[in-house]
């Protein structure tokens, strides 16, 4: 999903746009020598071995980013706005707002953004980080 999902503009590749050099059933052709953008992905599915494999993003249809240990961003294909409202997902992020981590939903689209907050946290507080965080490689 994410090489369908995320813009990468090393490869001149808009978001929600499959990428050139993603092979069916194979992956990455090009994934030893893949641009940055795609390395510094930080895929929540790849880096928690405690996410069930239901959670995998081409399964459950969102993409869950982790920005910081606090601010998670869940992404969706244009084509699956709302997935992130189905059940099994909503009760994801409700369990990760337990753990004292906040999701934003997008979908590169002009849709507003949801927030789903961890208790204590608030859409201005998020807001800061995830701007904080967009704005650290710049």
Do not use: H
Request: charged share 30%; proline share 5%.
């Amino acid at each position: 999903m994410c090489c369908e999902l995320l813009p990468i503009p090393q490869l001149q590749k808009p978001e929600s746009i499959m990428c050139r050099f993603c092979e069916k059933n194979k992956g990455c052709s090009i994934y030893e020598n893949r641009p940055s953008s795609c390395k510094e992905f930080n895929c929540a599915y790849i880096q928690d071995a405690d996410i069930d494999l239901e959670f995998r993003p081409d399964n459950c249809k969102v993409m869950f980013e982790k920005v910081t240990d606090t601010l998670y961003l869940a992404l969706e294909l244009p084509r699956n706005i709302g997935s992130w409202k189905e059940k099994k997902v909503l009760d994801f992020i409700k369990s990760l707002n337990k753990k004292g981590i906040s999701i934003i939903v997008s979908s590169f689209t002009r849709t507003p953004k949801e927030f789903l907050l961890a208790e204590g946290a608030t859409k201005e507080q998020v807001w800061n980080i995830a701007m904080q965080e967009l704005n650290k490689d710049k």
